[in-house]
């Protein structure tokens, strides 16, 4: 496959940015769809098959009432039912004898009825070849005791809609006739016409609004965020996301404002570490530079101002040395490629060692450093990575304790634990200051150069810590010392 170049690439990106749509274009055209969806809709039902319909519920009306009169034929009221049924249903309803004799007659069509017409201007031939129709049919089978005729009527554009029952009574065989007619409705559908025109435009004009609204409400958020994360790619991390008017959105907004938190962090602790580590880098090289001159140019001949401007050359490498092995410990640590090893040894020894190394402290420099032991216990952990941590925290104590330079290393033993504290009465941390003291890189402002320090040291304790799964922690007051814990996995005692 052909490697497509990084301008090529960019190109191809920003291409399908432009082909996606946009939020509004989306709602723009689900809403006009739907609105066409509504309008197509009530085109078809008020306008194509309102004639069908029209016609199917008139036919429907006039089996009703034929159902009702075939019930109430014997009734006395009969007549009362009939006339009521007609004119609540705009029909004409004829009653004959077998003989075509009329009992009975109700119109309400006026003179468009086709029955009355009959009756009186053609001696009842029609009423007389639909009562033959439906004697026929009931000769073929008596189970057809009616027929319906429909006629289109060209004069009136009307339709016609003829019904005939045969009903046996107490007084004999009667003839049921019903007539309904479907006026034309052209008249109607031009109307429904006019009026559809209106809803179309109506309802186009309002979901445009609608959509005008939604669609804004809908994008400004994301809008809004989208402002937001530019400025937070650009580097600014200070503008925070606020909070949206959805939820979904506003997960969104609160998910990216904890990024921005934690990468402004990252950065900060970048920037700490770049002016940290210059700073501790230039200052001793700096140092060392004018020490060595000094030998070269000044003390040179003179044995002890030589030994004396050495002594500092040497100190300052060490810091140099310190530093960068702090540092390179620190990503190794870091990069998950460490692997502890694990022995096993009594605690005891390992106390006797660090008392040992810190003696001179006490000897020399007036500190009071006291060992505080349990009985022994065998520990189970990697031994000189644990050196690191109890030297890196006896080190602050040395560095960041009070005029008394007292300093306590205590053991407490707990079941399967042994816990490790180191005490200090220096000036103690201030309670928002805790939880970043095992940030890399952090170093308290009141820290000076005199007390060694690169603001790794307890981060290296704590991934050490993290690594053999052990707990520890901090407990300090400010103005009365702090103590620094941890506990160690012990072989358990038979
Ligand atoms: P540093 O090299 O600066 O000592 P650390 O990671 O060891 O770096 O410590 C981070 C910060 O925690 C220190 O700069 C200091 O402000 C604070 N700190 C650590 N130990 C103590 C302590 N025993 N007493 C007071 N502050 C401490």
Redesign the pocket.
Known sequence: MRNRNPVEKIKERHDKKAAATTIRSYIWISFIIFTLIILALLWVFQYVFIKGYYSSMKAQMLYEAADVISKNIDSPHIEGDLRDLAFKNSLCIVVTDRNGRVIFLENTLGSYSFYELDIKGQDGQFLKSLRDDLDNRIEENPENGSITKKYENEDFKSLELFYVEKLETQSGDRYVYLEATVDPIDSTTAIIKNQLVYISIILLEVSFIITLFISQRLSRPIVNITKTAKKFAEGDYKTEFKSQSYQEVNELSEVLDNARVEVSKVSNLRRDLISNVSHDLRTPLTIIKSYAEMVRDLSGDNPEKRQEHLKVIIDESDRLSALVSSLLEISKLESGNMELEITEFPLHEKMTEVKQRYEILNLREGYNITFVEDTDVICRCDSSKIDQVLY?LIN??V???GEGKSITIRQINKPNFVRIQVT?D????AREKLPM?FDRY???E??QRD?I???????IVKEILKMHKFPFGVI?EEGKG?T?WFEIAVVPQE
């Open positions: 890196n602050n104590a560095n960041y304790c200090d220096g000036a103690g941390i003291i952090y170093r308290d009141r820290s007390k320090g690169t603001g790794l040291g307890l981060s300090s702090s620094f």
